[in-house]
């Protein structure tokens, strides 16, 4: 199992940008597929990328041309960049970890506590 602890998040203006950041314990991190979900209040969890060992990488229609997910294998860590924020992406934000690559929620083991995103009209 891998311990997540997201960071980064906060309050924006619309068309502003955030960086999350998601560290993640263990030796064995480059073997994980990675992947960033969001909730809306009153929303289900959705999917918004997800990024696998060797760095392929899927999002949702909603975030495409706009965030981009990345990782960085030395030091444990996976980015979301989110550029042109919107009002409709303000939620909390998840990192996860898993077998495989999917935009599934109940295919990823290990999930980060969150991190709220806000972004102001």
């Known amino acids: 199992q891998v311990q997540l602890v997201e960071s980064g998040g906060g309050l924006v203006q619309a068309g502003g940008s955030l960086r999350l950041s998601c560290a993640a314990s263990?030796?064995?991190?480059?073997?994980?597929?990675m992947g960033w979900f969001r909730q809306a209040p009153g929303k289900e969890r959705e999917f918004v990328a997800s990024?696998?060992?060797?760095?392929?990488?899927t999002y949702a229609d909603s975030v495409k041309g706009r965030f981009t997910i990345s990782r960085d294998n030395a030091k444990n860590t996976v980015y979301l960049q989110m550029n042109s924020l919107k009002p409709e992406d303000t939620a909390v934000y998840y990192c996860?970890?898993?077998?495989?690559?999917?935009?599934?929620?109940?295919?990823?083991?290990?999930w980060g506590q969150g991190t709220q995103v806000t972004v102001s009209s």
């Open positions: 990024i696998n060992w060797s760095g392929a990488n």
């Open positions: 996860a970890a898993g077998l495989t690559s999917s935009l599934v929620p109940g295919d990823f083991r290990s």
């Open positions: 263990g030796r064995t991190f480059n073997s994980y597929a």
